[in-house]
């Protein structure tokens, strides 16, 4: 059981698909549920027999056939396509059980009563069929399930649906190679004694492992397999002596010295309890593992669609912050020349916004103020006049005592360094230089 693939639909006729059960020559197999909750096999039809015409009125006419066949060993018809619907499918009870393909693949062979058992539970199988007016068509050990109860035949009704037409495609031979009755592959109807013969190959196969057409360590083509099967004797070495006359019987390569299944019944023995009581060893085991898995995926949500999502856009890269907006920290910032020293001390990082004002410094006793550079004076409601009267004698004696400076200052600066003049600050200072470094290219620097 595997998840479906992204490509799967979500549901078909309404029935979410919620995992692969398989896949074969005529299409593939789906776990689905009803509302209810009941499980169901889904099964699809290849679009080559949908695309042939009249296909899909024997589909119909043969499913609804099918569902006349009501017995222990069938499996009951639930649902199907409409006409139209492509693909075209077909919903039955699904059955927790592995197929004795999948059975002698792991395990080996079955031991005779088994075997035994085996047999004669299909043959009733196959007489619910008959009675019904019907054949399989499609008997091989993959359409044979191991179940608790009884075995379980499936795949029948696609599968006749199908034959009817297998010669209007050059070369179309439907049923498996290795499991067709000679007047099946040579164009003939397959009718009950065709069960028959592939009953018979289903016995050695259960019994050996391995079909009655196929030699050890070969694997021969799908062309030599029906070639043998139509010229050449089975291949029955390692079937039991018990099961070897019942196997000769069926394989028979006349249909009319075949027996039927009211015969082969009665050279069983006719035990109708024999599988209960001959089990393979681990089946009841591997069935309540499949059951317990059938339960989790049961309870698995469905989802409305498995196509993948898009792939997500590539990340555009964002632009340079400007430099304005949110320029590059800087832990010291560049010193800006000033007649008055700053008192504060440069800040840590960063820039923030600017004070509404910056309090004037304290000054030695009997010095002049000054303005203190970059502050921004807060004005006060009602004194906008002071301040201008205020400011007008202060430039008055400012200027003064500059032109008295001028005259008596010394003009020696032998040994000291010389303070460079507001105006050469000035002129020498750009608009980047009055910056940090690390502010003079904000694109480019690292945070």
Known sequence: ???????????????????????????????????????????????????????????????????????????????????????????????????????VERHGPLPEPAVRALVAELAEGLRAVHRAGLSHRDLKPSNVLLARRHPLLIDFGIARAADDTRHTRTGGVIGSPGYMAPE??????????GDLFALGAVLVYAATGKSPFLHPGENPSAAQLLYRI?????????????????????????????????????????????????????LEREIAAKEAELRSALARPTLPSRVPPPPAPSPVASPAPSPIASPAPSPVPSPVASPVPFPYPPPSAGFGPPPAYLPAPALPPGAVAG??????????????????????????VLAAAAVVAAITWPDDTKGASPSPSPSASASASTASDALPASCAHPATSTP
């Open 1 to 103: 059981m595997r998840s479906p693939e992204p490509t799967d639909p979500a549901a078909l006729g309404g029935y979410p698909l919620l995992a692969q059960l398989g896949a074969g020559g005529m299409g593939q197999v789906f776990l689905s549920r009803t509302a209810s909750g009941r499980p169901l096999a889904l099964k699809t039809v290849r679009s080559e027999f949908g695309a042939d015409p009249g296909f899909e009125e024997r589909f119909a006419r043969e499913i609804a056939s099918s569902e006349r066949v009501r017995s222990a060993w069938t499996v009951a018809v639930v649902d199907y396509s409409p006409a139209g619907h492509r693909p075209q499918w077909l919903a039955t009870e699904y059955v927790p059980a592995p197929s004795l393909a999948e059975w």
């Open 184 to 193: 099946q592959v040579t164009g003939g109807t397959s009718a009950e004694p």
């Open 230 to 282: 139509v010229h050449e004797e089975p291949v029955l070495d390692g079937v039991p002596a018990g099961l070897l006359p019942l196997a000769t019987a069926c394989l028979d390569k006349s249909p009319r010295a075949r027996p039927t299944t009211d015969e082969l019944l009665e050279r069983l023995g006719g035990d109708q309890d024999a599988w209960a009581g001959a089990l393979p060893p681990g």
């Open 371 to 396: 303005p203190v550079p970059g502050a921004v004076p807060g004005p006060v409601p009602g004194r906008r006049s002071i301040y201008v009267r205020t400011a007008a004698v202060l430039a008055g």
